[in-house]
T-cell receptor, first 117, second 114 residues
Framework: GAVVSQHPSRVICKSGTSVKIECRSL??????MFWYRQFPKQSLMLMAT?????????EQGVEKDKFLINHASLTLSTLTVTSAHPEDSSFYIC?????????????FGSGTRLTVV | GDSVTQMEGPVTLSEEAFLTINCTYT??????LFWYVQYPGEGLQLLLK?????DKGSNKGFEATYRKETTSFHLEKGSVQVSDSAVYFC?????????????FGRGTQLTVWP
């Protein structure tokens, strides 16, 4: 079945530094990838939608300069948290949609726990 | 846009108890409906789905029926196990959406005790 690999699974960084999270579709081409942030008590917030070769579409209230998204190929999207601060600490999850099964193929990565100290 | 209202958790049950997690949605079109499950420390996995009215999605003993008239997609399982402890998310998917975004609600935490 479709697999999405997300790395790293955990990262601790110092305040003010930048962190890159990778999301790869291993056995399918992903026309679209999605980035979510999960807050305490489970709430999942969609941050942005990235399409291969074009600029990401950010949800209202998400700072595009803070959360840089690049989708350079059909199998890789990256989220860079720039100048991270403790309030950016969260669980980030990516999701990819299979190009072939556009209406159904949402596969999620295993998530990245970011802690900013 | 589409939105979903899920039963507030946490839900705590004994093993072999009957489970219902309510989900109602609002949608401008005719959405597909999904239930996803998130085990501790992991991403989301598709549990089941239904694509049209009266369809029943099922997997691992879980079932949910697409009720267009009540805009609901309640998740049920006849006998839960400890291994079912997880967070469950209901999500409508707008098939007409160009971007194909999937929005989630708060999720419902389920804890099953032996």
């Amino acid at each position: 079945g479709a697999v999405v690999s997300q790395h790293p699974s955990r990262v601790i960084c110092k305040s003010g530094t930048s962190v890159k999270i990778e999301c790869r579709s291993l056995d399918f081409q992903a026309t679209t990838m999605f980035w979510y942030r999960q807050f305490p008590k489970q709430s999942l917030m969609l941050m942005a939608t990235s399409n291969e070769g074009s600029k990401a579409t950010y949800e209202q209230g998400v700072e595009k300069d803070k959360f840089l998204i690049n989708h350079a190929s059909l199998t890789l999207s990256t989220l860079t948290v720039t100048s991270a601060h403790p309030e950016d600490s969260s669980f980030y999850i990516c999701s990819a949609r299979d190009r072939q099964y556009a209406n159904y193929g949402y596969t999620f990565g295993s998530g990245t726990r970011l802690t900013v100290v | 846009g589409d939105s979903v209202t899920q039963m507030e958790g946490p839900v705590t049950l004994s093993e072999e108890a009957f489970l219902t997690i309510n989900c109602t949605y609002t949608a401008t079109g005719y959405p597909s409906l999904f239930w996803y499950v998130q085990y501790p420390g992991e991403g989301l996995q598709l549990l089941l789905k239904a694509t049209k009215a009266d369809d029943k999605g099922s997997n691992k003993g879980f079932e949910a029926t697409y009720r267009k008239e009540t805009t609901s997609f309640h998740l049920e399982k006849g006998s839960v196990q400890v291994s079912d402890s997880a967070v469950y998310f209901c999500a409508p998917f707008d098939r007409g959406s160009t971007l194909g975004r999937l929005y989630f609600g708060r999720g419902t935490q389920l804890t099953v005790w032996p």
